[in-house]
């Protein structure tokens, strides 16, 4: 039986799918990367492993996030793919006929659209993490409530506060002074969820145009007070896959599984790579003015993967 590797690697947390051949999803992984990439590939990989039939054939692997390249010398990946494309692929795969893709990570968020299945514009939130995962992770710290809870107490909310929520440092400031004021937790909350949702369409969305069906994923999707603000700001319902919170990793799979279609042998090195010492190492260039810093990953004591010169003179990825 084959199946196909998929791995999404951020900047908060990593995900691995394994995909069938069908397109059905036979596991999924959400681990949080706590700036450990690589260890945590490896124990994402041990676990996938333990996870699968036995004599299941691993026929092609595709990474994608903004770690791609590193782990796609590590594991010896098919396909390398931005987060655009692979979001794009799941989103179809799972609700065909998809027109509008919302998709908010830790530390980033984007839009997608696309027609007739073709991706015809997109935008990212790079530069502020207002409206992201790790921004919402830190305001439940902040007030003692499990990240999970954050949606449910939204919902309970009578009469929600308005939060600025344009920028994070004003966002928190006005949440400590509306809680000072003496409002409630769930109406804070709702506040706070609908301040992101504002901020999102206002900037990421901002002249796009947004049509049903809408497919709403990534890991801060599993939030349904943030659910319910977009479904009122937009007057329209979302989609929410069952693997939302995997589906940069379902649709890296599902771009491995393409790739390899009619191709015979695979470059995945295979789960034994989980056992293997890796270590990075950094050089400047000086080639030119530009004195670029280079990055190298070693397998052992084996240079596999070098990049980050504004050329390509030391690339190996």
């Known amino acids: 039986m084959k199946a196909y590797l998929g791995i999404d690697i951020g900047s908060l947390t990593t995900k691995i799918v394994i995909l069938s051949e069908t397109g059905e999803v036979l596991t999924g992984l ?4 706590k700036g450990r990439p690589i260890e945590l590939i490896q124990e994402g990989l ?3 492993a333990d996870s699968i039939p036995p004599g299941m054939e691993i026929a ?4 994608t996030g903004s770690g791609r390249h590193l782990a796609g010398v590590i594991i010896g990946a098919d396909v390398i793919k931005n987060e655009i494309t692979a979001h794009a692929v799941a989103a179809t795969m799972l609700v065909p006929g998809v027109q509008t893709i919302f998709e908010i990570g830790g530390q980033d ?11 015809t514009d997109f935008a990212m939130n790079t530069v502020c993490a207002a409206g ?7 305001q439940a710290a902040r007030l003692n409530i499990p990240i999970h809870d954050f949606g449910e107490l939204a919902l309970q909310s009578k009469i929600p506060v308005r939060i600025a929520g344009r920028c994070t440092v004003f966002a928190e400031s006005d949440m400590i002074h509306k809680q000072q004021m003496g409002h409630s937790i769930p109406d804070l909350i709702r506040g706070l969820c609908d301040a992101l949702v504002r901020n999102y369409l206002n900037n990421v969305g901002k002249g796009k145009e947004i049509l049903p069906p809408i497919v709403f994923q990534g890991g801060v999707a599993a939030n349904v007070g ?4 977009f479904e009122r700001a937009l007057g329209m319902s979302l989609n929410i896959p069952e693997y939302s919170g995997v589906m940069g990793a379902i649709g890296a799979a599902q771009l491995a599984r393409e790739e390899m279609a009619g191709r015979a042998g695979t470059r995945f090195k295979g789960f034994k790579i989980s056992g293997l010492s890796y270590h990075t190492g950094c050089f400047e260039c000086d080639g030119c003015s530009n004195v670029c810093e280079v990055v190298e990953i070693y397998e052992e004591e084996k240079i596999i993967g ?3 010169s ?3 003179k030391w690339d190996i990825i």
């Open 46 to 48: 041990r676990k996938v």
């Open 306 to 308: 070098r990049w980050g």
């Open 310 to 312: 504004r050329c390509s």
């Open 132 to 138: 992201t995962g790790s921004f919402l992770d830190q």
């Open 30 to 33: 959400y681990l949080q990367t």
């Open 109 to 119: 968020s984007k839009i997608i659209i696309l027609r007739n299945g073709i991706v």
């Open 226 to 229: 943030i659910i319910a603000s």
């Open 60 to 63: 092609g692997a595709g990474t």
